[in-house]
């Protein structure tokens, strides 16, 4: 049986689908026509051979019934639907079924020929028949060879009776003809076979091409889909982020304004002569003021580290300065819970932004000086491998293991259940992680629970070392007598300004307005300028200085107390030669800005 395996044709595999089966039969379905009507030609051309030849009228009614036969199969195939059609794969079995029976008709009646009408007697009919039924089969050869199972109806049906008929006969040629015939028959299944395997073998391949292409169609419809909706996405996004540029714009300004002026008010009320229970109610209002400008800045900062609004501008700079800096303004703080903060002098200049490794450090320290409750903080910076490595040391609670990266998040806090405000809001770490990463520097703890923490801060060093500027010592008469024109559209820190600057002895006139400025120079000429940035009627602070410069005729000092803290406001105030300082201000941060002022000024 193994044997004979191969006439069952090609093994079926995955690929032998419906689909496939349809494209087969479609190869077929073309020459079907054509080849019944080729047969009945055949059929007739064999019919006046044999009466011509051999005056023999009977092949005429076999020849009658061919055409019938052949003229019925063309009816039947124009009814079947088409196998290429939309609804092929569907009909390929039924398909394949009536072509089977199609075929057996059309081969049984050309079997039938050698049957009836080969006469030993007279051998010109052998020759006629077997000259035929040769043609004929290799002919099904070119019309079958798609569809084993079709070829081998065809011609076991039609070379089968031909042997049958030369073995009747009992003559040893004829045997050795029937024998030949035999042989001729294997040969051509053989050889169709091998066809059908390679038209199925090239049908896949094709399928498998057009299957390939209308992926990559697909596929390319829909990147082309997915890029429209990245592109709405991203003018969406585009769209949000400058509308959330906008609001911390806006918040910056207006939610600063009133902490700006509370901060003023507490300043001068410091200096009114208050008596103990007021002082203490006065130490508390202050430092419910300083939380909420913290958690104010806070945000704006996280969200600006968030939303990729910090671009860095990196250059070489002192760390000596800025530490002294920080000293200075976290000492009060450190001292109020009885810890000794200290600092390291240092002559490493790093190359980096100065005012976002300023903004890294401020927060390491206040995290440190927050969960630190006995023994102290420390600033200091090594070098190491060509890169200076600033350390910030505690020897607070510590941080244990598993949560050195959950710490980075927002909105994190170690030791904070209760959510007391005061401890901050847990962004700090949050805001240091960004604003390294927008560096592309790291930063990098190591803690022991119970003991104390160190971050270290790692930056690039610098080529040249920057020039450090004197400190000025403070004197508490230093403003006595200098005149300050103060322009801002708020009428609480106008009154604020106002009051505080009475207090130190300077001669201060505000305004609402660059107009008012304008009028007020006819009977004062001021030492110093501070504007806010954003002023009535869509004036700027930046313009108003400009007016009276050009009013007064010279390079008067000034300054932009601002709650726009976007870094557009920077660079204009820089390029105008203007310093600025971010609402709300501290009063003695006032001062010393002023004090600086009047010194540069003495210098000009």
């Not at 394949?96 to 007279?122: N, S």
């Not at 030949?180 to 091998?194: D, E, K």
Request: hydrophobic letters at 50%.
């Amino acid at each position: 049986m193994k044997a004979l395996a191969w006439l069952r044709g090609p093994a079926l595999s995955p690929a032998d689908t419906p689909r496939l089966l349809a494209a087969q039969l479609a190869l077929l379905d073309g020459n079907v026509g054509t080849s019944l009507r080729a047969s009945t030609l055949a059929a007739w051309l064999t019919a006046g051979a044999f009466w011509f030849t051999l005056d023999d009228s009977r092949v005429v009614w076999w020849a009658v019934w061919a055409t019938l036969l052949c003229a019925a199969g063309c009816f039947v195939h124009r009814r079947l639907p088409r196998p290429e059609g939309p609804d092929g794969e569907a009909t390929a079995g039924h398909y394949l079924r009536v072509m089977g029976w199609v075929c057996l008709g059309f081969g049984g009646t050309w079997g039938a020929l050698p049957l009836l009408f080969i006469d030993p007697a007279r051998p010109a009919s052998l020759h006629i028949v077997v000259g035929v039924m040769a043609g004929l089969s290799s002919a099904g050869l070119l019309v079958f060879a798609p569809v084993w199972r079709l070829a081998q109806r065809f011609w076991l049906s039609c070379m089968l009776p031909l042997v049958v008929a030369l073995l009747r006969l009992q003559d040893p040629v004829m045997t050795s003809l029937a024998i030949g015939g035999v042989l001729y028959l294997v040969a051509m299944a053989l050889y169709a076979r091998q066809t059908g395997v390679a038209v199925k073998r090239a049908l896949a391949l094709r399928m498998d091409n057009e299957d390939l292409v209308r992926r990559l169609r697909e596929q390319t419809q829909q990147a082309q889909a997915a890029r429209a909706q990245a592109e709405q996405a991203q003018q969406t996004a585009e769209e949000a982020d400058r509308a959330k540029t906008l609001f911390l714009a806006s918040a910056s300004h207006d939610l600063r304004q009133p902490l700006h002026a509370a901060g003023l008010f507490l300043g001068s009320l410091a200096r009114s002569g208050l008596n103990a229970r007021q002082a203490v109610l006065l130490e508390h209002a202050k430092a419910s003021n300083t939380a909420a400008s913290e958690m104010l800045n806070t945000l704006l900062d996280f969200s600006k580290v968030a939303t990729g609004m910090v671009q860095p501008q990196p250059h070489s700079f002192a760390l000596q300065t800025l530490f002294h800096k920080l000293e200075r303004e976290l000492a009060p703080w450190a001292a109020d819970k009885g810890l000794n903060l200290r600092m390291r002098d240092t002559p490493l200049t790093p190359f980096a932004d100065p005012g976002l490794v300023e903004l890294i450090l401020r927060n390491l320290m206040l995290n440190a000086i927050r969960y630190t409750e006995r023994g102290g903080v420390l600033l200091a910076c090594r070098q190491r491998a060509g890169r200076a490595v600033i350390e910030v040391w505690d020897t607070g609670i510590g941080i244990p293991p598993e949560s050195h990266q959950r710490i980075f998040q927002a909105f994190r806090q170690l030791d904070n259940p209760q959510r007391d405000r005061r401890n901050g809001l847990g962004l700090g770490l949050a805001i240091v992680q960004g604003l390294a990463k927008a560096m592309a520097v790291s930063v990098t703890l190591v803690s022991c629970p119970g003991r104390g923490t160190v971050f270290r801060l790692d930056l690039p060093l610098g080529l040249t070392p920057p020039s450090v500027a004197p400190v000025l010592p403070a004197s508490p008469d230093d403003l006595l007598g200098l005149r300050v024109l103060l322009i801002d559209d708020d009428d609480s820190v106008r009154l604020a300004m106002h009051d505080l600057m009475g207090i130190w002895g300077v001669q201060c006139v505000v305004v609402a307005s660059s107009e008012e400025a304008l009028q007020c120079l006819s009977h004062f000429e001021p030492d110093v300028v501070l504007a806010d940035y954003r002023l009535h009627r869509a004036q700027t602070g930046v313009q108003a200085v400009a007016a009276i410069r050009a009013r007064l005729g010279r390079e008067v000092p000034a300054a932009l107390v601002t709650g726009d803290t976007a870094a557009e406001r920077l660079q204009e105030a820089q390029t105008q030669g203007l310093a600025v300082l971010h609402k709300p201000v501290p009063a003695a941060l006032l001062h010393s800005l002023l004090r600086d002022l009047r010194q540069g000024a003495r210098e000009a």
